[in-house]
Nanobody, 125 residues
Framework: QVQLVESGGGLVQAGGSLRLSCAAS????????MGWFRQAPGKEREFVAA????????YYADSVNGRFTISRDNAKNTLNLQMSSLKPEDTAVYYC??????????????????WGQGTQVTVSS
């Protein structure tokens, strides 16, 4: 069973950058489609970005497209989310997620079997 552990969250000023990482244990990481979701206080969890098992195809929510970049390194069992031009509305707990059947419904949290514990990102204005 693959386990996911996020890191890299923190406090940053608006316009700044952060890089989130997700370390996966287990030998099957490279078979999984992966994604990032986020949940702000009082709001539902929302899709942020997704990447296919090979890393060739990436997808983004409109709200982060052009500012965030998802990537993966299957040799190192890691998933990354590079976030730039951060806005206060990006403040949330960010979760990495994975599964064997994430596509084509990669925007739906129910498509993912595995979840990390989350890491807090706070963007001050």
């Amino acid at each position: 069973q693959v386990q996911l552990v996020e890191s890299g969250g923190g406090l940053v000023q608006a316009g700044g950058s952060l890089r989130l990482s997700c370390a996966a244990s287990g030998p099957t990481f490279s078979r999984y489609g992966m994604g990032w979701f986020r949940q702000a206080p009082g709001k539902e969890r929302e899709f942020v970005a997704a990447i296919t098992w090979s890393g060739v195809n990436t997808y983004y929510a409109d709200s982060v497209n052009g500012r965030f970049t998802i990537s993966r390194d299957n040799a190192k069992n890691t998933l990354n989310l590079q976030m730039s031009s951060l806005k206060p509305e990006d403040t949330a707990v960010y979760y990495c997620a994975g599964g064997s059947r994430t596509f084509p419904n990669f925007r739906a949290s129910r498509s993912y079997d595995l979840w990390g514990q989350g890491t807090q990102v706070t963007v001050s204005s």
